[in-house]
């Protein structure tokens, strides 16, 4: 008897891909380097998230607090039964580290209260700009030859001198519908949704590894495992409308000291 083959998608594999990298278990881990954080393949995976998407992390130590400051019964309790001070600033500290909990998701297109799009303009350095005249000076003195010529008060410039007049402040730079988090980026040359991915965030860097001291917080990896299985589907608000979103919460592993090349 003879069947049918199913036919399944064909994605193009990575040459020398890492087995590490394809193998990798779901972990979120805060680097040595300042700010600098990195998720493997299969959390990029889980969320969706592809090469230059955003990432941002979210959590319900405002929700703790603010069940602290109501003096949460359950909260109480648990603080009574741990023998923990309820009314101290260490009690305060361990009740946030027991119930604390952080997320990832994917960013999240921002609007405003009409539904519009936020747009931010690309990082366009001066030399950005230096670089675009000098590649594109030419359309840019033919698309506008009346305002230079007016800029230069004569009416027979040449074309090398309307380009001379153009400045970087006469450059108008691309826009992108802004999201929340941070971008990402890849190592690897792959591109698309499943891939390794490293960006950066000083300000939740420095939380997460808040218990280190400042001074050493740039000496060790610490790494988070990422609980796929536990992920949840919550509501988020964009800046118009609430939406679902799925986050995935993060569970810590280990402190471990950052591999040094070439040993």
């Not at 929700?63 to 001070?85: F, P, Q, T």
């Not at 891939?195 to 808040?210: E, R, V, Y």
Request: charged content about 25%; hydrophobic content about 40%; glycine content about 8%.
């Amino acid at each position: 008897m003879e069947f049918s083959k199913i036919k399944f998608g064909v994605n193009a594999v990575v040459s020398g891909q890492k087995s590490a990298t394809v193998n990798a278990l779901p972990q979120l881990i805060a680097n040595s380097t300042l700010g600098k954080f990195s998720i493997t393949s299969p959390v990029s995976k889980a969320l969706g998230i592809a090469v230059g998407e955003n990432i941002m992390f979210l959590n319900n130590l405002q929700g703790v607090e603010d069940a602290i400051s109501d003096r949460n019964e359950a909260l109480v309790n648990w603080a009574a039964e741990n023998g923990v001070d309820f009314d101290s600033e260490e009690g305060h500290a361990a009740i946030l580290k027991a119930f604390g909990q952080w997320y990832l998701a994917k960013g999240q297109k921002m609007y405003d209260s009409k539904g519009n799009a936020i747009m931010k303009p690309e990082k366009y350095t001066t030399k950005d700009k230096e670089k675009f005249i000098a590649e594109n000076g030419a359309k840019i003195a033919e698309a506008n030859r009346e305002a230079l010529l007016a800029r230069l008060g004569v009416e027979d410039a040449t074309l090398e001198e309307l380009i001379a007049s153009i400045t970087v402040d006469d450059v108008q730079v691309p826009e992108y519908h802004a999201s929340t988090g941070a971008k990402t980026a890849t190592t690897s040359i792959a591109t698309g949704v499943g891939c390794a991915l490293n960006f950066t965030d000083t300000s939740i860097w420095n939380s997460l590894k808040g218990d280190i001291a400042e001074d050493d917080r740039a000496k060790v990896n610490r790494v988070f495992d990422v609980n796929l299985e536990e992920a949840e589907n919550i509501e988020y608000h964009n800046g118009y409308e609430t939406i679902s979103i799925k986050v995935l919460p993060i569970t810590f592993k280990s402190d471990e000291t950052p591999k040094t090349v070439g040993k």
